[in-house]
T-cell receptor, first 113, second 115 residues
Framework: NAGVTQTPKFQVLKTGQSMTLQCAQDMNHNSMYWYRQDPGMGLRLIYYSASEGTTDKGEVPNGYNVSRLNKREFSLRLESAAPSQTSVYFC????????????FGPGTRLTVT | AQSVSQHNHHVILSEAASLELGCNYSYGGTVNLFWYVQYPGQHLQLLLKYFSGDPLVKGIKGFEAEFIKSKFSFNLRKPSVQWSDTAEYFCAVNRMNTGFQKLVFGTGTRLLVSP
């Protein structure tokens, strides 16, 4: 039982390049989330998927797109990377509903030059 | 807008000292409250959570937190810290009436425990 896995662990992009961050969970969770973590700002929600087939914007969605490929997988795409997107990205999952905690992946450290 | 405040950004303690980290949130109604910990180089892990009932909740590794509804606070405590508690601590709040879990995180408190 791997929990929440993310690939890649590290990535360096040039401004304007695109890439997709992958996330998968093996806990049969309905809900999945993407956050970014920046120094002094905590975690901010980019997009979330309450259940398979649905996605919604979070607090900071600009410059990102997501795909809930199936119940297990939730990917985050940067179409045209910008230096402001340099951050650590965390994927999380949870059982549906409000009374459950979220489980986090190990993170992807992205640098955009 | 939803807001979660952690007033201590950096805390330095010696081993065996007592710890209290503050967390306040800015909205009424029923909330779920969480403390997460991030050890150096690792992902976030749940320390403890409050949903209802006894406002004093106990978590892993000797941590506890007290929910004081009248003060909109959920402070984290540990009577005696260890070097291994060096980490960043995040408070998070979820409003029950959303029908869905959208956590709002505080900005985090970096704790350094010196041996």
């Amino acid at each position: 039982n791997a929990g929440v896995t993310q690939t890649p662990k590290f990535q360096v992009l040039k401004t304007g390049q695109s890439m997709t961050l992958q996330c998968a969970q093996d806990m049969n969770h309905n809900s999945m989330y993407w956050y970014r973590q920046d120094p002094g700002m905590g975690l901010r929600l980019i997009y979330y998927s309450a259940s398979e087939g649905t996605t919604d914007k979070g607090e900071v969605p600009n410059g990102y797109n997501v795909s809930r490929l199936n119940k297990r997988e939730f990917s985050l795409r940067l179409e045209s990377a910008a230096p402001s997107q340099t951050s650590v990205y965390f994927c999380a999952s949870s059982v549906a509903g409000t009374r459950y905690e979220q489980y986090f992946g190990p993170g992807t450290r992205l640098t955009v030059t | 807008a939803q807001s979660v405040s952690q007033h201590n950004h950096h805390v330095i303690l010696s081993e065996a000292a007592s710890l209290e980290l503050g967390c306040n949130y800015s909205y009424g109604g029923t909330v779920n409250l969480f403390w997460y910990v991030q050890y150096p180089g690792q992902h976030l892990q749940l320390l403890l959570k409050y949903f209802s009932g006894d406002p004093l909740v106990k978590g892993i590794k000797g941590f506890e937190a007290e929910f004081i509804k009248s003060k909109f606070s959920f402070n984290l405590r540990k009577p005696s810290v260890q070097w291994s508690d060096t980490a960043e601590y995040f408070c998070a709040v979820n409003r029950m009436n959303t029908g869905f879990q959208k956590l709002v995180f505080g900005t985090g408190t970096r704790l350094l425990v010196s041996p």
